[in-house]
């Protein structure tokens, strides 16, 4: 099967912080992949490389084939097809949103990939509908609340339909209804050709987001393998602290047997 994503035994640090010590792992065309593992556990720093945003120190990070450095963006045509098969949802929406209004804020990427004013306003209109902000469309993003942010930031980067997506925790701050509709949205990508990388915490929705996954475990790969097989490794789930810790009514925290 081919690959949209190739890792390989890529370095990243902070200064002086190690956030991945050597990850090596793929993620095969059409499959939505989850990488779970605790805070600081590096999710987000590979989303990052994934999305072409920093680079690794060293090892190399493939879209399709082509290695992501930052000379390979610096090229006019390869940094706007990139950007076009490629949506990222970051973890914190307010690093994304930066227009005036909701509705300006869907419309910006089709317009600036040409689309005509007609077929903007339907597309924005539909996706404002599915994501069941239609009554944030005139709000300023930059005023919303965190949970109207987050979905202002998922819809602007569907509304373009990418094949490839970069979802960082996209339910995190959700309500129950809105983390519902967007399991659904990942759900039915099953089997339809897109490619999702998704980091979450979710171990409830596991199964219907991903199709695989990875944990990770600082910075590295502790673990792999279809959800369920994943959410039967209890000692796997702990060793990542992905599960709580029991806790005695005398006040000792130990973790289950
Ligand atoms: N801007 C930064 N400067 C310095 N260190 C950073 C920075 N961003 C992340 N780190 C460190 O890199 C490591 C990995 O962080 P990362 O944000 O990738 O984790 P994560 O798995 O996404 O965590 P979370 O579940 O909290 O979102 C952590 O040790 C973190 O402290
Ligand atoms: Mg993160």
Same mark, same amino acid.
């Given at each position: 099967m081919a690959n949209t994503f190739e890792v390989e035994d890529v370095r990243y640090s902070y200064g002086d912080i190690s956030a991945l010590p050597g990850v090596t792992l793929n993620v095969p065309k059409g499959r939505r992949v989850a990488l779970l593992g605790a805070n600081g556990s590096g999710k987000s720093t590979l989303l990052r490389l994934l999305a072409g945003l920093s680079f690794p120190a060293s090892g190399t990070v493939r879209f399709l084939g082509d290695a992501l450095s930052k000379e390979r963006l610096e090229e006019e045509e390869f940094f706007y097809s990139f950007r076009r098969k490629v949506g990222v949802v970051f973890q914190n929406p307010d690093v994304q949103l930066f227009n005036a209004s909701v509705f300006d804020e869907l419309a910006f990427g089709p317009l600036q990939m040409g689309w005509p004013a007609q077929k903007v306003r339907e597309r924005v209109m539909e996706m404002l509908r599915e994501m069941r902000i239609e009554d944030l #469309?005139? =709000?300023?993003?930059? =005023? &919303?609340s965190g949970g109207e942010k987050k979905r202002v930031a998922i819809a602007s980067v569907l509304v373009l339909d990418p094949e490839v997506l970069l979802l960082d925790?996209? %339910? @995190? @701050? &959700? /309500?129950p209804p809105s983390q519902t509709q967007i399991v659904a949205l990942l759900a039915s990508w #099953? /089997? %339809?050709?897109r490619t999702v990388v998704i980091a979450t915490h979710d171990l409830d929705a596991l199964e219907d987001l991903a199709d695989s996954c990875y944990l990770l475990k600082d910075g590295q790969i502790a673990g792999q393998g279809d959800p369920l097989t994943v959410l039967h490794d209890v000692t796997l789930l702990e060793e990542a602290g992905l599960v709580r810790p029991h806790r005695h009514t005398h006040g000792h925290v130990h973790v289950m047997e």
């Open positions: #469309k005139d =709000r300023a993003p930059h =005023r &919303l925790e996209p %339910t @995190a @701050a &959700l /309500d #099953k /089997d %339809t050709g």
